[in-house]
């Protein structure tokens, strides 16, 4: 069966400092992936998402960025956070294809405070 | 691009029945995926409808109308459990998967 994990499950950071993120996938090949996050109060939006090694597609302008440098595993990295960076950041995968194949499952989850 | 909208909070007693609608407008629609988020913890899979009509899985429903852009998810025999958030999400042919802003319901005894 396919399982996903993310670490580290909670970070405390300050400001300007840097970040990473880190997800792997088990028990399938050539997985979506995806990166999402939650803050207070929000709903789920969509940060990276990639289909291949190397292939990012990036949705919203910031200063995040991902990287996939093997099949089943995606990183997420900044330089510098933000006070704004804060929240629930969540890595996902999917199989390739169409229909309910795309059923998106989630890690555990990673709460990031930036202070 | 796409436009989600459903309930911010809905709160039900136990035993009783709650419908949760949303509607969307998506880009390359390919199915609706409902999603339950409990406090804290991250979203776990309910349940997808790709053709229109209603897909029963237990004390779950969900229903769907393409022409519509139009979906519910109907909760029968509520538990204090499933106090939860309730995601709606269409899903595209592009392969990504935006989310609404989920609905807060709040089952009390």
């Known amino acids: 069966s396919q399982t996903i994990h993310q670490w580290p499950a909670t970070l405390v950071q300050p400001v300007g400092s840097p970040l990473s993120l880190e997800c792997t996938v088990e028990g399938t090949s050539n997985p979506n992936l995806y990166w999402y996050r939650q803050a207070a109060g929000r709903g789920l939006q969509l940060l990276f998402y990639s289909v291949g090694i190397g292939q990012i597609s990036s949705e919203v302008p910031q200063n995040l960025s991902a990287s996939r440098p093997q099949d089943r595993q995606f990183i997420l990295s900044s330089k510098k956070l933000l006070l704004s960076d804060s929240g629930f950041y969540l890595c996902?995968?999917?199989?390739?294809?169409?229909?309910?194949?795309?059923?998106?499952?989630f890690g555990e989850g990673s709460w990031l405070t930036v202070v | 691009g796409q436009n989600i909208d459903q309930p911010t909070e809905m709160t039900a007693t136990e035993g009783a029945i709650v419908q949760i609608n949303c509607t969307y407008q998506t880009s390359g629609f390919n199915g609706l995926f409902w999603y339950q988020q409990h406090a804290g913890e991250a979203p776990t899979f309910l349940s997808y409808n790709v053709l229109d009509g209603l897909e029963e899985k237990g004390r779950f429903s969900s229903f769907l109308s393409r022409s519509k852009g139009y979906s519910y998810l109907l909760l029968k025999e509520l538990q204090m459990k499933d106090s939860a958030s309730y995601l709606c999400?269409?899903?595209?042919?592009?392969?990504?998967?935006?989310f609404g802003r989920g609905t807060q319901l709040t089952v009390w005894p």
């Open positions: 999400a269409p899903g595209s042919t592009l392969g990504r998967l935006y």
């Open positions: 996902a995968w999917s199989s390739l294809g169409q229909g309910a194949g795309n059923t998106i499952y």
